[in-house]
């Protein structure tokens, strides 16, 4: 179980280690990245995905810490989220957090979030495609998970991002070095914005960055999480 970590308003770095079936990575390989989102006190420290066949990937759940990569069996997926391995001739409990990925994505980020509505483990887990093809090196996504409206400017990048809803900007620099970020809010019955950011962040060209907005509240304190997955060579061919 996990003790709630210090809050700030901007925290890098918060990504889930997944251990497994990982290994020597290579361009064919298809990975996953996973984030556990403000973990309430008691929170699990790890969680099991089962995959197709039954096979079995044991997930750390750290909650500041980016993942090493994760190697994804093939095809479209569905994988049951559980806190505990099987039993032998166990099936998988009705109403378990599930993870559907398309064939198609190559490289996905997995956002784990506590949800009390389920009985049966209290996760859910939002899956974000990540292929290089839809978010190249250099670039800024921004999942808005916030009921809130969020207007951002990443240097001379505009980007307005609904509710639920995910925002791509191209890289807002060609170099390493640092640009100005500017995040503002709008919740439902609002008449202006309010700052959520002023800021400085620095740009890898060789990174994707995710940006996350979430409200853990439920009201209007929300809070940013700046997430960097730097490209090895390996990912090349992705």
Same mark, same amino acid.
């Given at each position: 179980?996990?003790?709630?970590?210090?809050?700030?308003?901007?925290? $890098?770095?918060?990504?889930?280690?997944?251990?497994?079936?990982?290994?020597?990575?290579?361009?064919?390989?298809?990975?996953?990245?996973?984030?556990?989102? =403000?973990?309430?006190? #008691?929170?699990?420290?790890?969680?099991?995905?089962?995959?197709? =066949? !039954?096979?079995?990937? /044991?997930?750390?759940?750290?909650?500041?810490?980016?993942?090493?990569?994760?190697?994804?069996?093939?095809?479209?997926?569905?994988?049951?989220?559980?806190?505990?391995?099987?039993?032998?001739?166990?099936?998988?409990?009705?109403?378990?957090?599930?993870? =559907?990925?398309?064939?198609?994505?190559?490289?996905?980020?997995?956002?784990?979030?506590?949800?009390? =509505?389920?009985?049966?483990?209290?996760? /859910? +887990?939002?899956? @974000?495609?990540?292929? /290089?093809? !839809?978010?190249?090196?250099?670039?800024?996504?921004?999942?808005?998970?916030?009921?809130?409206?969020?207007?951002? &400017?990443?240097?001379?990048? +505009? +980007? $307005?991002?609904?509710? #639920?809803?995910?925002?791509?900007?191209?890289?807002?620099?060609?170099?390493? #070095?640092?640009?100005?970020?500017? @995040?503002?809010?709008?919740?439902?019955?609002?008449?202006?914005?309010?700052?959520?950011?002023?800021?400085?962040? &620095?740009?890898?060209?060789?990174?994707? &960055?995710?940006?996350?907005?979430?409200?853990?509240? #439920?009201?209007?304190?929300?809070?940013?999480?700046?997430?960097?997955?730097?490209?090895?060579?390996?990912?090349?061919?992705?």
């Amino acid at each position: 179980m996990r003790k709630n970590p210090v809050s700030h308003s901007i925290v $890098g770095g918060a990504l889930l280690m997944l251990l497994g079936i990982c290994g020597h990575l290579t361009a064919a390989d298809r990975v996953a990245k996973a984030v556990f989102i =403000e973990p309430p006190n #008691g929170a699990p420290d790890e969680v099991y995905l089962v995959a197709p =066949e !039954q096979s079995v990937i /044991k997930a750390s759940l750290p909650s500041r810490t980016f993942s090493p990569d994760i190697v994804l069996p093939k095809g479209d997926l569905v994988l049951a989220v559980l806190p505990k391995p099987l039993g032998e001739d166990e099936g998988i409990p009705a109403g378990a957090p599930t993870i =559907e990925i398309p064939k198609t994505w190559s490289r996905v980020y997995l956002l784990f979030i506590h949800d009390r =509505e389920n009985k049966v483990f209290p996760l /859910k +887990v939002v899956p @974000i495609d990540g292929s /290089k093809n !839809q978010f190249p090196a250099g670039d800024t996504r921004i999942v808005n998970l916030s009921a809130a409206m969020v207007r951002g &400017q990443f240097g001379d990048k +505009v +980007v $307005g991002v609904r509710p #639920g809803k995910v925002g791509d900007l191209d890289a807002p620099i060609n170099e390493f #070095g640092p640009y100005p970020v500017s @995040i503002d809010f709008m919740m439902k019955g609002d008449t202006k914005p309010s700052p959520l950011a002023r800021t400085t962040w &620095q740009h890898d060209p060789d990174s994707r &960055q995710v940006v996350l907005i979430t409200d853990p509240d #439920g009201g209007k304190r929300l809070r940013i999480r700046a997430l960097s997955d730097r490209v090895r060579v390996a990912d090349a061919g992705e």
